[in-house]
């Protein structure tokens, strides 16, 4: 009969306890979908292996399931009915016991290339093979909701996880870096699968980890947690306990882990049972007995925990036994606070929908500026702002509007309201007087085009044509972006003289008539004008003046432009933490910064246009303010470290074109100068690390970065993925621009990018803490080092220009940061509704063909996006699985403008 025991001291979430089993070594006791019953391991007196046996959860009483020939292991039952089982069984290479491994090589698990997994009815009977391929089978478990199981196999070479339907048909591979990947568990609705896994660094650890392997052996001392989709996508660790982490399975209900851990004791074999939340948070001691307890497994509704202990054995013996626990959620036991705790604090706050999505000139913004500024007095950061405070002041337009006035007149024909739109770099002011035609507005010696020769526009209004000539000369997309520029044009025309111009979409060439493009959207664009009054008009209506023109014959006009600006005030939030090296200062600051605004409740820059809800910018930026906010908690412990000051700035703007940072380039605060900035480090979306990967971008921006860069990842236990100039659409491109060495933290895009479910709950505070470990150390580093990073002056990328587009969409999110090598687009995401929906594509498929265009990038999608019309239907090639799929898509018209 079962013994009832009392919970230890500390062991809050049980109300009582009972041992199920009385003798031998009894292990890994998993719950039957009813509730009622157990699956687990058994190995008692003159057994030389493990068995399989089936146990009622109320009496203790059990029964065998497997016949007794050969190792068996991880047993399951299945739904909805647990009429049958699988279990892992060597029986199939012979009924002996394998040998036991050998522990010369240190403490090592046996990988025997006989296991393979077996589905038998719940009596034992009916045995017949789930997996038939040579090497290790094992560490299976069950989906609830549809049979489906997932297990461990050396088949492909390296220890990675697998799934297969119920009968063992469909094998997909779900995991791909080299380390040990098992024990896997579904959640609840089989939506995310948690498991252990090592990831040895290369060189020796990974070396070491293959000649083992190679033996059938493991060596299982540093594991830690990975969480993923049920596909295997979106893998991200979610513990840096620097132990042997394993056996984790999640509560039924919660976003909750718990898992076995010797994490107190990582050179010992005290294991307690732990708890963490899936971000990485909230780790909690769930078990205080001496010795082991392991293998946690909640019942189906979230009441019992059966686990596995050694906490009754009798000194000098080895039995562990099978414990049920009457499960409390609350309160909570003993936490140990870690820095992804302090890090979902402060996202948590940012990311609240309270603040409204921190648009600028908005209460929530402004809630987010009084927090920082608590943060960094907390943190030992001196004021470095405006007039001895934190707030660094510089003025925003929120708005352009078309002002009283504005006007176009060409030949004598007034333009409508509707058929014309000035930009926002236009300059205000009226210009009339003469107006000439100068083709595209181009002027590009290297392809041998010059509009403006032989054409007199001195003090006259010039018209140019939209986009850039269907000729071989402006046939690659970088000429089309720079050429096309709108800002490029109005800049050449006034060099030319002009004082005035107008821009029309009257293609010329392949594109003759087409309909006329969409006019451009008023929006501030920068802080300056470009001298001249600059817009842009509808062609229809204006055919015949357009044809004098083109004749050369004489035509007058006029155009007006008035742009009311709305301006408002934000603010950079900046604190500086002094160095205090015993060696003598040197000369320079570091830079360390992150975006805290976002997009408020949408708008032009929002992924899903028609929502008004708050875009909660939990990983844009809430993460990096949080990193930035960690590293600077870092610093300020060993600030005997650093020679050079270090500017810790969170800036405001950024969605809106790095505003904040540009203004902090141009008035630094005070007592620095830009020549002084010796390195500026930018934390952008950094909450969804992923497979341990982190991009840095900008390395080429300074000599040196590599070498500074590897031992702060190496410390981190992270892989960084270096690449890339100093350019780029966040806040160290200003820094870059003046002269400053960039690094770019960026943990890639995702399906919730610029939406409102960018939430907190999706963080992985785990590795953000990690990300912010590894900025830390790279500031420490270059303010430490008397030589300066030396600047690379890499050439600017051409503008994004004003290519012609016929605005058809796809309605894709693509991965901006795909695993290595891959060709063609990974997808993070589809919309909803969208044409990539439609036509059956899906998150994580490939995308390589659309139409007659390859696609290996991003930016050949781009392209080939702005080549198509909505209504267009062509043929999609995407990789699924590793297999080529066409699909049929039918382009929409975009809603966004």
Known sequence: MPRTLAPLDGEVHFNSLRQLTLEGENAEAYWAFSGKALTFQARHEGQKCDRIYWMDAQTGETRPISSGAGATTCAYSFPPDDQQVLYASTHGGGAECPPKPDMSHGYVWPLYDTYDIYKANADGSNVRPLTQVKGYDA???????????????????????????????????????????????????????????????????????????????????????????????????????????????????????????????????EFDIWAVDATGAGLERITTSKGFDGFPLFSPDGTKLAFSSNRVTPEGKTDTHVLIADWKDEPRGTSVPLPADRLMTDVRFLAAPEQGGRGVDSPGLEAAASYLEKRFAELGLLPAGDNGGFRQKFPVITEVKVGSGTAVMLGGTQAAAEAFTPLGFSADGEVSGDVVLAGYGIRAKELGVDDYAGVSVKGKIVVVRRFVPDVPAFAANEAQRRYGDLRYKAWTAKEAGAKALIVVDWAQGAAQGAADARLPVLRPEGSQDAGIPVV????????PVLTQLEQKRKVKGRVAVKLDKVLKDTWNIVGKLTASAQEARTPGAVVVGAHYDHLGLGGRGSLSPESHEPHLGADDNASGVAGLLEAARLLAEQRTRLRRDVYFTAFSGEEMGVLGSTAWTRSPPAGVTMKDVVAMLNLDMVGRLRDNRLSVLGVESGQQWREVLAPACEKARVQCDGSGDGYGPSDHTPFYAAGVPVLHFFTGAHGDYHKPSDSAERINAAGLAQVALIVAEVAATVSHNEARITYRNVPAPAPAGDMRSFNASLGTVPDYAPPQGTRGVLLAGVRPGGAAELGG???????????????????????????AKPGETVTAVVLRDGKEVKLQVTYQESKRR
């Open 139 to 269: 560490e299976a478990t069950v989906c609830s909701k549809d049979g489906s199981i997932v297990f461990t196999s050396t088949r492909d070479g390296d220890l990675e996880l697998y799934r297969m339907d119920a009968d063992g048909g469909n094998v997909k591979r779900l995991t791909h870096a080299p380390g040990y990947d098992g024990g896997a568990f579904f959640n609840a609705d089989c939506s995310k699968l948690v498991w252990r896994a090592s990831r040895p660094r290369p060189g020796k650890e990974l070396e070491d980890y293959q000649a083992l392997l190679a033996k059938g052996l493991v060596r299982p001392t540093k594991l830690e947690l990975y969480i993923a989709d049920a596909d295997g996508s979106n893998a991200t660790q979610i513990t840096y306990l620097n132990a042997a982490t394993f056996a984790p399975s999640w509560h039924p209900t919660k976003n909750r882990i718990l898992f076995s851990s010797n994490y107190q004791d990582p050179k010992g074999r």
């Open 841 to 867: 594509m899906k998150r994580g498929d490939v995308l390589i063909r659309l139409g007659s265009h390859e696609v290996g990038s991003v930016e050949d999608l781009m392209y080939a996006l702005n080549a």
């Open 536 to 543: 842009v008009l509808q062609r229809a209506g204006f055919e």
